[in-house]
């Protein structure tokens, strides 16, 4: 049985998400660290002929062995993949460096908004396309108040995106956003699922590929010669992941600020409620919702019935 025949998702398992998010990045990471044990390592003497002699010759038997253990090991880590991604943003103690990392994102911040002020030339057409391309990174990068500034860029983009998205509106992404989501038509949820599924995939390979990256120097480590530096391989691979994970992020965050803009009326249609004739009191009963979500207070608007509403 051949080592293409792993890359496949059993039946019944091949939903997209699953395979793009826990199947692949789990596959990827203990096939790598499979080759080096059937190599030689940890051992003085490692022979990649001898790697690829071994999984030529794999039985039906063990290479579904493999199969099995991967989809498990898929499983088990399905239920951590918020906090995988909460590590990500900077979800640890300050004793940890949370904290200078934090500091460093506010003043990358503060430079932000320094460039992306308005030019006191405006006849300036290179200055003013600088801060209006410095005030979009802003926008997408990080969040509009100062305390939700998070110390990782993946977790400043995530917080920019819960801080704008809907708020010009005068709702709270937070406590809206699963309402919302279930009332998205097929096209803007199916943009809001796949760059979701990019972040989650990309994030869940960065921390993946940096575990197989310690995993790698262990094994490596009394190897002869330079084979140690194969651990600079996964060690790559999660860098280029986490900062692909960030622009993803920010893709997200466009595609949730798109549903917003899109389906915030579908939500009213939903909830039996009026469609607003005007901004003020579109403002006053999103406001009365996301106090009702948020913290329990009945809201005043009236309910409408059959189809008069809009």
């Not at 993949?81 to 909460?86: E, I, R």
């Not at 500034?149 to 995530?158: D, F, I, M, Q, Y």
Request: glycine fraction near 8%; hydrophobic fraction near 50%; charged fraction near 15%.
């Amino acid at each position: 049985m051949s080592l293409d025949a792993l890359a496949e998702m059993p039946a019944g398992l091949q939903g997209s998400r699953f395979f793009r998010v826990y199947y692949f990045p789990t596959y990827a990471v203990l096939l790598f660290l499979l080759v080096l044990v059937w190599a030689g390592a940890p051992g003085k003497r490692i022979s990649f002929k001898a790697a690829w002699e071994t999984a030529a010759g794999l039985e039906i038997a063990e290479a579904l062995l493999i199969i099995v253990v991967v989809v498990l090991l898929a499983l088990v880590l399905h239920p951590f993949q918020s906090a995988l991604v909460g590590l990500l943003e900077g979800g640890w103690p300050a004793a940890l460096g949370s904290g200078l990392l934090r500091r460093l994102q506010l003043a990358r911040r503060k430079n932000l908004t320094t460039a992306a002020a308005a030019p006191p030339d405006t006849a300036d057409d290179q200055a003013v396309q600088a801060a209006g391309r410095a005030a979009g990174r802003l926008r997408r990068r990080y969040p509009t108040r100062e305390h939700l500034v998070r110390p990782t860029a993946l977790g400043n983009a995530l917080a920019a995106m819960q801080d704008n998205a809907g708020r010009v509106y005068g709702l709270d992404a937070v406590v809206v956003w699963p309402r919302l989501y279930a009332v998205l038509g097929e096209t803007v949820r199916g943009v809001v699922d796949d760059r979701r599924d990019t972040m989650d995939s990309t994030a869940r390979l960065a921390v993946s590929t940096g575990i197989a990256a310690v995993a790698t120097f262990a094994l490596l480590s009394q190897a002869t010669h330079w084979w140690w530096l194969l651990g600079f391989v996964p060690l790559a691979v999660s860098v280029i992941s986490y900062r692909a994970a960030v622009h993803a992020a920010v893709a997200y965050g466009e595609s949730v600020e798109l549903a917003f803009d899109l389906h915030r009326f579908d939500l009213l249609t939903a909830l039996h409620l009026a469609v607003p004739a005007d901004r003020t009191t579109e403002l006053k009963i999103n406001q009365e919702l996301c106090d009702l979500w948020r913290q329990g207070v009945p809201p005043t608007a009236g309910y409408v019935t059959g189809s008069g509403n809009g």
